[in-house]
């Protein structure tokens, strides 16, 4: 059966809206990274550009001031918040991954979960700590139990690839289908490119492949509402 190839530029703007979200905060462990094999790798923007993209989101953002006082009171999502900016780095605040960190300890000490995503992630990439896939599986399957769509994806990329935890495609399929139940436009992607190419142990439909596509196409559109 000759197989119709997938729609580049679809998978062109997914790639594109990781990239995307990579720079944008999560609010939380429910929100929504590209599956280990397919999906592009962040790259390294511009001086420039970043520091005006910084600056336009500052002016949509609480004031620094505020959040800090919000979240040395206690205020998880204030903790998680403050994490973040810390992490990218603003306008208003340098880059501190060491005082990003201390944040998001500081919130998942309050509420398991309510980080665990953005520790994962420093792990798997060393931002901040030494590289240890085993420490970012860790985080990651408590923020998993806490909902976050985007642990979900990275967990299955890293049973897909056996990162930190033994290869497992049959639970990485579960965790892509969970995280696609979630609208997430990468797992949902990286279902179609499994049923495109017969990956996971799925064998090759391209009936599903496009449908899981088409759905990657609506989730994409939902997400930058």
């Known amino acids: 059966m000759r197989l119709t190839p997938i729609p580049f530029v679809l998978v062109a703007a997914l790639a594109l809206c990781r990239c995307a979200r990579e720079e ?17 790798h962040d790259e390294p923007h511009r001086a420039r550009a970043a520091h005006g993209a910084h600056a336009a989101h500052d002016a949509q953002e609480a004031p620094l001031a505020a959040l800090t ?41 309050a509420r398991p979960g309510s980080a665990a995503y953005e520790l994962g992630r420093m792990s798997q990439s060393g931002k901040g700590v030494p590289v240890d896939p085993v420490e970012a ?4 399957e408590l923020a998993v139990d806490a909902g976050s769509a985007d642990a979900m994806f990275l967990l299955a990329g890293a049973a897909r690839t056996g990162a ?4 497992d495609d049959a639970r990485a399929v579960a965790l892509y289908q969970r995280a696609a139940a979630m609208e997430h436009p990468e797992a949902l992607q990286a279902l ?8 996971l142990g799925l064998a090759v ?5 496009r449908r899981y596509m088409a759905a990657a196409g609506h989730a994409l559109q939902h997400h930058h509402r």
């Open 192 to 199: 179609a490119l499994a049923y495109l190419h017969g990956e």
């Open 164 to 167: 930190g935890l033994p290869r």
């Open 137 to 140: 599986v860790r985080w990651f």
């Open 24 to 40: 944008r905060p999560v609010p939380g462990p429910r929100e929504a990274v590209a599956p280990a094999e397919h999906a592009a």
């Open 69 to 109: 006082a919000a979240a040395e009171s206690g205020d998880v999502d204030a903790q998680v918040a403050l994490g973040q900016r810390y992490l990218r780095g603003s306008a208003q605040v340098p880059a501190d991954v060491a005082e990003a960190r201390a944040w998001f300890l500081r919130a998942e000490a």
């Open 205 to 209: 439909d391209e009936s599903e492949s």
